[in-house]
């Protein structure tokens, strides 16, 4: 593993390990044996709500601290759940956080952007950008923190950068301890940090990734961060990596999330979110039908958290409402 300045400094903000737990109904209904299958609960990690982005802000965020910040800058979708588990970070260290969001104005403040509010986080809209004017808008609220005598950190969008992605290595480890006989992990990949983690002590074998629309290349984002944070070249095409469940776009509400989440629910009472883990559950399904994924083998479901984001999905609060079983009296 490479080095930097920040080798020993880290926040702590989370509980680990986080538990591992079976899930043998589930496992059943998609085509695996009753002990197959198991979901890494990264979404009690205890800060904030929970979710992944706390292993990466333990190392984001102590770095930060270790540079002296006041304030913690970052970016994000308007229901971004690092945007929210920084504003929680932010809160419990007592630092200044501002929240610089892709969209306008008027956009639901249900769900993360409820919890950000709630942190005491400030929301500066950035307009409809792309990746490249969303980072330019938070350099420049950094350089207005600083006239004012701020000492603002930037915190890389998604929390991934190759220090951010140590809390995946980290948590690869944890799951060689729990389940040392692991053949697959599966996991939702956005900004690309918890995948690239996960591949240091596991190898790009037993990883497999599921592509949820946040990165326009996530092979090339995945392969820089893991071989920023191993020291050796991961080569792209080496990756376990499904894109088929983007669908219509990012922030869009798939059928086959949808049909994910519910039966996810309905056989285990663990609750996905529309984006992430909903897409990650419906590229595992996917993965058993086409032989990818096999029965007779341990295959483990990091659930990543995201619950707020589902109360900030409007498409998926309506398919439930519709769902609704009537009572007949």
């Known amino acids: 593993m490479t080095s930097d300045s920040h080798t020993s400094q880290r926040a702590v903000f989370g509980t680990w390990p986080t538990p591992l737990e079976p899930m043998p109904r589930l496992a059943r209904a998609i085509g695996l044996g009753a002990g197959d299958l198991w979901v890494k609960r990264d ?48 809160a419990r260290l007592g630092l200044d956080v501002v929240l610089v969001l892709a969209g306008t104005p008027g956009s639901p403040t249900s769900g993360n952007l ?18 490249k004017a969303l980072g330019s808008a938070a350099e420049h609220v950094a350089e207005e923190l600083r006239g004012r005598g701020a000492v603002p950190a930037l915190i890389p969008f998604g ?38 983690g996960l591949l240091d002590p596991l190898g790009s074998a037993r990883v497999l990734g599921v592509h949820c629309g946040a990165v326009t290349d996530p092979a090339r984002t995945v392969s820089e961060l893991a071989s ?25 509400l798939t059928e086959a999330a949808m049909a994910a989440l519910t039966l996810t629910a309905r056989t285990e009472g663990i609750v996905l979110d529309p984006i992430y883990t909903g897409r990650a559950m419906a590229g595992l399904i996917a993965a058993i039908e086409e032989g990818d994924v096999v029965p007779g083998q341990r295959t483990i479901f990091l659930h990543s958290g995201g619950l ?6 409007a498409a998926t609060l309506a398919a439930l409402e519709a769902a609704l079983t009537p009572s007949n009296p």
């Open 114 to 131: 409820a919890l950000d509010g709630l942190f005491g986080a400030t929301v500066v809209w950035a307009g409809d950008v792309d990746d």
């Open 159 to 196: 929390g991934s950068s190759v220090l951010g992605a140590r809390g995946y290595a980290e948590c690869g480890r944890e799951l060689l301890v729990q389940a040392p006989d692991l053949a697959t992990v599966v996991v939702a990949v956005g900004s690309g940090g918890t995948m690239a």
């Open 43 to 90: 979404d009690l990690t205890g800060l904030g709500g929970g979710g992944n982005k706390v292993r990466k802000l333990e190392w984001t965020v102590g770095a930060a601290l270790a540079d002296g910040a006041t304030a913690l800058v970052t970016t994000g979708a308007p229901q971004s759940n690092h945007a929210r588990l920084t504003a929680a970070a932010g």
């Open 228 to 252: 920023g944070l191993s020291g050796t070249h991961c080569a792209p095409e080496t990756l376990s990596l499904r894109l088929d469940q983007v669908g219509d776009g990012y922030g869009t």
């Open 308 to 313: 707020p984001g589902l109360f900030g999905h």
